[in-house]
């Protein structure tokens, strides 16, 4: 009899553990799918590549690696006597450009003139060539004019300064360096401009939606989470195979693997608050909390 009750007793207990287990995973398997997470996230930011747009040497780097730089900051100057000197040039081409407009001007006003008083002392077609030199004598002078222009800019050109407050990074220019036109010297991370981006399983992103909260927690500050809101969902990842091949077929890799990964795809969280003490480096590891409720 008492062998018989003690083991209605553990039936029963066993019977708690298992409904108890099940609450757990039915509660584990919710918080899944509305609180979806990822340790596979990345803080970003906009890197700007500083590109010079004239060339020559450095003659001006007052700036060194990893610094904070506002916005206008003076990040190098490039030797501008080159530059002054075409500014000079151009200059002197539109006064030459200017007086011989002058000198159009008074020829074709005389010939005018002397048109109406006596219609026999010059020709039409000479009077019609006059008021050409005196319209080709005015292009010239526009002309000279943008070309003034352009050598100023290319002056202004040789102070490179920061777009946007940021960082500089990876500065690998010198004193005396020589830069080339329309090609990247340096870059400069944005401080404005960081995001996250959180790679999710593609079984996880049927609950989330734009405007989610967002919570993250970057390793490098553990203990201090950062918030955001989900602001766009992937959509499309590169695949490895289907690349067309010589004969334009699509080629595919023959798959042996048992079990089947879940693609990721990127969900851009923007953050809505940084707490004081923080600080943001692009490419660093980040867990991110998606709350879809």
């Avoid at 780097?61 to 006597?81: C, E, M, S, T």
């Avoid at 609950?207 to 809101?229: C, E, F, H, K, S």
Wanted: net charge positive.
């Amino acid at each position: 009899m008492n062998k018989g009750k003690s083991g209605f007793i553990r039936y029963i207990v066993t019977l708690g553990v298992v409904i108890a287990a099940g609450f757990v995973l039915a509660g584990l398997f919710r918080d899944y799918l509305l609180y979806p997470w990822t340790r596979d996230g990345h803080v970003r930011a906009q890197i700007i590549r500083i590109t010079p747009r004239v060339g020559g040497p450095i003659v001006e780097l007052p700036i060194h690696d990893n610094q904070a730089v506002k916005k206008g900051d003076l990040l190098f100057r490039i030797d501008p006597r080159t530059y002054d000197l075409a500014v000079e040039q151009a200059e002197a081409r539109l006064k030459q450009a200017r007086a011989t407009k002058l000198v159009k001007e008074d020829r074709a006003t005389r010939a005018r003139t002397l048109h109406s008083r006596d219609r026999g002392a010059i020709s039409e077609q000479a009077l019609v060539r006059k008021d050409n030199d005196l319209l080709v004598a005015v292009a010239n002078v526009d002309v000279a004019e943008a070309n003034l222009h352009a050598a100023q800019l290319d002056r202004e050109f040789t102070e490179v300064r920061a777009p946007v407050d940021g960082y500089v990074t990876n500065l690998l220019l010198r004193y005396g360096s020589q830069t080339v036109a329309n090609q990247p010297a340096l870059a400069l991370v944005d401080t404005g401009s960081f995001w996250v981006h959180g790679f999710f399983k593609e079984t996880q992103i049927r609950n989330i939606r734009r405007g989610n909260r967002a919570v993250i927690q970057l390793m490098a500050y553990p203990d201090t989470p950062l918030d955001g809101v989900v602001e766009s969902m992937g959509w499309g990842i590169a695949q490895q195979d289907g690349a067309p091949d010589a004969d334009l077929l699509p080629a595919i890799n023959p798959s042996f693997d048992w079990i089947r990964l879940a693609q990721r795809i990127p969900v851009r969280i923007r953050l809505t608050h940084i707490p004081t003490g923080v600080e943001l480096r692009a490419g660093t590891t980040a867990s991110v909390f998606v709350i879809t409720e």
